[in-house]
């Protein structure tokens, strides 16, 4: 499985890339919001940082205006993926952009029905939002797994199951054993993977052994 980071916070990216896990980035504009920078700059930086697919949304409603939008922001850099709203004016948008060879990434996607239309439309990826299901008491990786099993039935389809809205490590840990293509994870869910209470523990013994250790037994430093 894929990780991507879903951030808009280069130094956030910046951290999370050394520790080479990161294959991709995706923003949206509540996440440019928070860091208070323009969408352009902030993507032609992200791009500098992580040579991956680099998803860009657009705010347009319309289909026309969304394939404008689509065609601008695939100018900004090679590795940039037009993110599209799921709806009727989004699914065309998705098969006119993917017909001129941009890829897509359909967001917002909460049923397998939403993601069974963009594999029709040929996006690349489709994001199913699992923790804004959980939100309202629906079983977020429930749909997961239904998309993958459609997906699976069809092996014409190409769209990418990439795993959105990740709130924690279960999350995680459920979409790679669902075999999802990719998950987006924010910074503090990549944080918490590779953190655990026993390995603190185990480093602390480790380092009070050490100091019991000669010191002209240790190799030099
Ligand atoms: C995905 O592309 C979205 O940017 C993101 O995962 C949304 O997550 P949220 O529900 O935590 O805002």
């Known amino acids: 499985m894929k990780f991507f980071i879903d951030s808009a ?5 910046r951290k999370a890339h050394a520790m080479g896990c990161v294959d991709g980035v995706t923003t949206n504009p509540s996440l440019l919001a928070k860091v208070g920078r323009g969408l352009e700059e902030t993507i032609r930086e992200i791009c500098s940082i992580v040579d991956g697919p680099i998803s860009a949304e657009c705010v347009s409603n319309e289909a026309d205006e969304l394939i404008k939008e689509g065609r601008s922001l695939a100018k900004i850099h090679d590795n940039v993926v037009v993110k599209i709203p799921m709806g009727v004016e989004g699914m065309k948008a998705t098969k006119a952009l993917t017909a001129e060879g941009i890829r897509t990434n359909v967001t ?6 939403q993601a069974l239309l963009c594999a029709k439309a040929g996006a690349t990826y489709v994001s199913p939002f699992v923790g804004r299901l959980d939100d309202i008491s629906q079983d977020g990786m429930e749909l997961i797994s239904n998309i993958l099993e459609i997906y699976r039935n069809y092996e014409h389809f190409n769209t990418q199951v ?9 999350h995680v840990l459920q979409a790679a054993r669902l075999g999802a293509d990719v998950a987006t994870l924010p910074y503090n869910v990549i944080t918490q993977l590779a953190n655990h209470p026993l390995t603190d523990a185990g480093i602390k013994k480790f380092l009070a052994d050490w100091e019991k250790v000669p010191k002209a037994a240790r190799p030099p430093a």
Request: glycine residues 0%; aromatic residues 4%; charged residues 20%.
């Open 108 to 113: 917002l996607c909460f049923s397998a029905n």
């Open 9 to 13: 916070d280069v130094e956030e990216i």
């Open 162 to 170: 990439l795993v959105a809205s990740v709130r924690n490590p279960v």
